[in-house]
């Protein structure tokens, strides 16, 4: 943690765009503000809580994010690239060789604690500034939100991490110790809890991307249902969901159409709830990937060396890597679902047809992403164009919410029969797509969010979280008892009180 908690200046004047999540501070020496010259305003305020949700949606210099990283690693998704060396760190996940000395948990730790120590920095700074009382409310909510989503995904991805509440100084930043998992995921809920106060019931157009009471309140259920505190998570997604589809107190609805989730230019919609935003104009380029509000996705999981043979046929896929082919296993589940043609670029049809030629690259099933993939239409107009593609990402949206609801209704032994609120939340995500209601059984959830949420970095937190791992995941690689989670980062360990985890050889 020494590099990654102590010294990722939060302190750095950050774009004013709170939807702008991918915003990277620039870390020249010469042009850095010190945090002793910091702080002193509401706008520097504001200014450091646009640090804090830029982490969010970082993306890695190396192309990693958390959602290829997991991807891989799941019965979904092969990791692709052009061989079985490219983009080593995802194939490492893919076949479960990843270690300590891996670019994904580096990659997963660093982000995760520059968040927190981000936030901690804001919630130390901001009691002394003169600012208005509402504001600096809803900012310290923000800040303490944001806290307990970074060590959500911390404490699921690692489970031994430091529980730290404010910022390590250089005096101490050899002796953080880790804190025990259940004090963790208390944290997590006390921030949440405490934050819901003094956010706002709903988010402006102009304010798109902050965090509002109904974010909060589907983090905190989901919370809940890894810790199977089924009542509770209910009771968290009811608040979100509302009493029937459509009535939320928080105006989320399901989209009409499934597939209008996926057009570029429907950011922010009404179905929803955490989004991470991308944007066409940071002119990101080759020399500083991850650094800019460009959404890498699109290249990386475009059909490599794509070429239209019929253009009035084919559609207009950029060029991109071959990351994240689905395998055979998924495409055949979803083949004849109606969710099929927005979730998979049918690459396989195309060629047989005679319309496109691509390159039969590693893993190469023929099945590729289309929810994000990149389109010369959706191509940015300056920078790296490959880089620039301005697709925002969900990271939790309403038909998640519903399908959890049913879940926890279910798991707390609640009626679940036609008619109950678990039977209506579960079909109207089948509804939207015009399938015929289904029993709310596990199997029937599973399978649901499976196909529902393909391709958004659910399935690999859903396996490992109903146990199923092991059995879905053994082809891969997966070991029982220790893939569950990643382990701590080497660079951690050395010269400091952090220990590996002893699922992975260590004494913690």
Known sequence: MKKNILFYAALLVASQALVSCQKQLDVNPRDRILESGYYVNQQQAFNGLVAVYDQLGNQSSGYLTKLNIFASGSDDHFAGGDSPSDLGDLQAMNNYTVNSLSGAPSYLWGKGFTGIYRANVLLKKIEGIGMDANTKNRYIAEAKALRAIFYFDLVRIFKNVPLLLEPVDKDNMYNVVQAAPADVYKQIEADLTASLGGLPATIPTAEAGRLGQGAVHAILGKVYLWQEKWAQAASEFALVNGATPGASTYNYKLLPNFADLWKVTNKFNSESILELAYNTTSNMGWGNVGSGEGNVMGILVGPRNYVPKIAAQAPDYVSGWSVMPFTQEFFDLIHFDPRNKPTVANLDSLEKAGIVSYKH?????????????????????????????????????????????????????????????????????????????????????????????????????????????ASKLSSKGFVAGKNEILPVPERELANSKILQSKEWGGSK
């Open 361 to 469: 690259a590693n893993a190469n099933t023929g099945y590729f992403v289309e929810k994000f993939a990149g389109r010369t239409s959706t191509k940015a107009a300056v920078g790296q164009l490959e880089l620039n593609f301005g697709q925002n990402m969900y990271e939790i949206r309403l038909a998640d919410t519903y399908l959890m609801e049913a879940e926890a209704l279910l798991k707390s032994g609640a009626a679940v029969g036609a008619g109950t609120k678990a039977y209506i939340m579960f079909n109207a995500v089948r509804a939207r797509v015009g399938l015929n209601p289904a029993a709310v059984t596990m199997d029937n959830i599973m399978k649901e969010r499976r196909i529902e949420l393909a391709a958004e970095g659910q399935r690999w937190f859903d396996l490992v979280r109903w146990g199923l791992a």
